[in-house]
Structure formats: C-alpha cells, structure tokens
C-alpha cells in the first residue's frame, strides 16, 4: 500500500522523496491560465502549485528515477469550457512528459480525458464525492482507473467498495486536513489565513430569541452557550488542533493511523498525507509518521499493538480519545 503526499514547490521533491513518500501529487497554474482566467482556482488549493512547465518536467523525471509516480491535481469542482480546453492542453504535456497520473473532480473533465487515450491515468478527486458502489461504477465507466474516498467514509463503506470492484484501485485519507463540512459539495474557497481563511473558520456572534417572544429562561442560556462552547472545540479538533504539533513534530488533527492495517486488509492502493499548502516540515513528519506505522505492521504488529503506537505517539493519547481527531472512530469504538 502506497504513501501518497503533497508538494507545492520543486525544492520539497527530494525531501518528501527520500523521507518515504511512494507517489507525490501537485498542483500547477501555468501562465497560460492566468493570463485567460486570472486567479480563478484551478483546483481546491489556490496557492498551493507551481507555475512552470520546466519543474513540471523536473518533479516526472526525479520522482521516475527513484522509482516512484508523479500525479496532477486538477480537482476543482467545475470549470467552464474555456477553461476545460486550457486543461485539456496542460493534461496532454503532463501525460506526454511522462507523468503517471491526473487526479479530477470534474466528470465532465474526466470524461473528455478520458477519450484522448492519455499514458496517464485518470484518479478521481475526492472531491468528486463518490461514496457509494453505484456512483463508483458510473466513474469507472466515464474513465476513472482510481477512486479516492472523500472525507468520513466508515470502514464498512470503503470495504463494500473495494470488494465490489476488486479490479479497480483505491485511496483514502490517512492524515491531516479534515472539513467541517463535506468538501465535495462545499462550493467556497480555501483561503490562507492571511488572506482570510476558509468560510468555515469565521468566528460569528450568535444572538437568541424564542419565536413566542417570551424571555429565554437561564437553563436554555446556559444550554445554548455550551453548544456554542462545543462546537468550538469540535471545530479545533478538525483545524489540526489549532495547527499545532506534538514534541517530535508530529501532526495533532485529523488521523487515521489506527486504520491502516484495515485499509491494508481492504486491499486500499494507497492512503493519502493531505496538506498541499503545509510548511516542508509538517509533510515530512506526516510522511514519517503514516510510514512508521505501516512498515510496523509490515514486520507483523499486531492491531493491538498498532492502536497502542498510534495513539501514544504523539504523547497526547487524550487528543485521541476523544474522538474528534479520528477519520475513522469506529477503530476506537467511538461513535
């Protein structure tokens, strides 16, 4: 089972390379689509990219040479058909550079690519949704040669799927980036903090009334502001626990290291390290933490023995056990 991690910038390719990454995948605005389309957002990540064709040639050749696979991401939810054709052209000097596959939300953009007989393959984007067998099917037969799970699968749903279409690859997500919402159907932007933030971490004032005009007695007060009080901290949990790190480096925030032995006994392709927009160093610890607890498991730990690691780790076994931070809770028995 692969490790697949994010890069934004040539000089993170090595690093994530030599640190135990099995496939990288990156984002790339060429100078041709913001001349016709400016900052419209290519894909779900607006800075997150690179911009020239030479580090595109660079991170296909590098990535071949060590024995490992180079993917394009292309996942914004839609685009016009200018755009489409603009895409189309950059997905063809992908493909013809070598690169081994194009990660795609859009089916109408999967479905064009998927006619032109591209030596890359063709990934669906979590953010297509895809979260059923039948919706799996219909992609498969629009071009689709891997499926990534969006966010908050159960374990049950990604195992039905895996064993009704054995032939057919998947991935699901391991570490980091977790959504309040469901990303695939949210139609915002990802912003970075510094120029806003995403909408779901805007801070609002609440105020209250009931619709029969009488006053709010102070046990619902007291009601209300513990939702607001829980929802808070729910929201921290998801945002990486405020963007923070345990004493090694390591990652807080959404995690599914107590499933990969699950995935493995699935038959997952792969597992995804999100994070396209994260400093080097977070990529390159959350690589080493994901490979970490694969290759225990490939020396024959146990599950026990794994759920043991994985939450005591970081040294915050109390953030795990709350549940918040799990893609996958029912590993933990939490619901």
Not at 258 to 277: H, V
Request: glycine share 6%; with cysteine; charged share 20%.
């Amino acid at each position: 089972m692969k490790i697949v991690a994010p890069i934004s910038h040539i000089d993170e390719l090595e690093p994530v390379l030599d640190v135990g990454a099995d496939e990288i995948y990156f984002g790339m605005v060429p100078e041709e689509w913001v001349s016709q389309f400016g900052i419209s957002s290519i894909s779900r990540r607006m800075f997150g990219n690179i911009t020239c064709y030479q580090d595109m040639r660079r991170i296909i050749e590098t990535t071949g040479q060590a024995g490992k696979q180079a993917m394009l991401v292309l996942n914004a939810q839609h685009y016009t058909q200018a755009q489409a054709q603009c895409l189309i052209q950059l997905a063809e000097r992908f493909s013809a550079a070598g690169g081994h596959a194009i990660i795609i939300a859009d089916a109408a953009l999967l479905f064009e690519l998927s006619t032109l007989n591209l030596n890359a393959r063709l990934h669906l984007s979590s953010i297509a949704a895809c979260r059923n067998t039948e919706a799996t099917k219909l992609f498969e037969s629009i071009g689709a040669d891997r499926i990534i799970f969006p966010r908050y699968m159960t374990l049950a749903e990604i195992k039905a799927m895996t064993q009704s279409l054995p032939n057919l690859e998947f991935e699901a997500f391991v570490l980091n980036d977790g959504c309040i919402y469901e990303e695939g159907v949210c139609h915002t932007i990802h912003l970075p903090k510094q120029y806003g933030g995403p909408i779901c971490m805007d801070n609002y004032r609440y105020s209250y009334y009931r619709t029969d005009g009488s006053d709010i007695a102070p046990d619902e007060q007291s009601l209300l502001l513990q939702n607001e009080k829980d929802y808070a901290e729910w929201t921290w949990y998801k945002f990486s626990c405020g963007f923070s790190t345990s004493k090694q480096g390591y990652t807080f925030g959404p995690c599914g290291l107590c499933a990969i032995d699950d995935f493995m006994r699935a038959g997952l392709t792969a597992i995804k390290i999100a994070g396209r927009e994260a400093p080097l160093e977070r990529k390159i610890k959350s690589i080493e933490l994901v490979k970490s607890v694969r290759d225990k498991i490939k020396r024959g730990a146990t599950k026990s023995d794994i759920l043991n690691y994985a939450t005591q780790v970081r040294t915050r076994p109390d953030l795990c056990e709350s549940g918040y931070m799990c893609y996958y809770p029912e590993v933990l028995q939490i619901t």
